[in-house]
């Protein structure tokens, strides 16, 4: 990822049209069943990031141990002969249950809930759509399809009837959650080449720094 696409990225996020993705959104249509599939494990295990900041959050109003919200982003993490998790990692995922789902996750009368929906992670707010501005800050996991600026993700409420109110308003944190990934990735890459740490076990690197699984910069 060189600094020069993020910041030009960033340009173009900063000046996304919000009516425009609104509009967008009332073409692709789309209504939450509440199936629970986006968090869900479904084979393997599910891996939503989280920022810092989110965390805390979560933290503040549950009043959670960090370790409680977030677990390292699996993707270098090995497990080792004595059972330790060890390796380094960059970012959050949503802590998980036993089962892989988002430990966030419940089911009423077979309906998903999400247990901290006033405050949960833009990623979440915003699924199952994301922008790609054809730059390195990829939309991760399957896409379904592209239109325009908007890429949309596996989710059984596609295609079904939007009002303009909700569009508008999933459109504003849409072009939000954008902004925030490619500057929380601008601060990633600044702190990983200005890291210093001398530790080894497990590191997680994230926007503010690097960090033991507890959140605690090392
Ligand atoms: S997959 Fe789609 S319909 Fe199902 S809970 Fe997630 S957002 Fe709602
Ligand atoms: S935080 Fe809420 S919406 Fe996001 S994956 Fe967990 S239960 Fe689902």
Redesign the pocket.
């Known amino acids: 990822m060189s600094d020069v696409k993020l910041k030009e990225e960033l340009v173009a996020a900063q000046m996304l049209d919000v009516k425009e993705l609104a509009d967008t959104i009332v073409e692709i249509g789309f209504e939450?069943?509440?199936?629970?599939?986006?968090?869900k494990g479904d084979d393997g295990e599910h891996t939503a990031t989280i920022f810092p900041s989110e965390i805390r959050k979560v933290q503040k109003v549950e009043e959670m141990e960090w370790r409680d919200v977030a677990r390292p982003m699996p993707f270098g993490i090995v497990e080792n002969e004595n059972g330790e998790l060890v390796g380094e990692t960059f970012e959050w995922a949503l802590q998980v249950n036993g089962c892989g789902n988002c430990s966030f996750y419940r089911e009423i009368n077979g309906e998903?809930i999400c247990g901290i929906y006033g405050f949960k992670p833009l990623i979440c707010e915003t699924?199952?759509f994301s922008v790609d501005l054809g730059g390195s800050n990829k939309p991760k996991g399957e896409i379904v399809e592209k239109v325009g600026e908007i890429v949309v993700h596996e989710?059984?409420?596609i295609g079904r009837e939007i009002d303009y109110e909700e569009a508008m308003r999933l459109a504003k944190i849409l072009k939000e959650r954008t902004i925030r990934e490619i500057k929380e990735s601008m601060n990633v890459i600044e702190k990983y080449r200005n890291s210093e740490t001398k530790k080894s076990g497990l590191i997680v690197h994230d926007s503010e720094g690097a960090k033991d699984r507890n959140g605690k910069i090392i």
């Open positions: 939450c069943t509440k199936c629970g599939a986006c968090c998903g699924y199952p989710c059984e409420g």
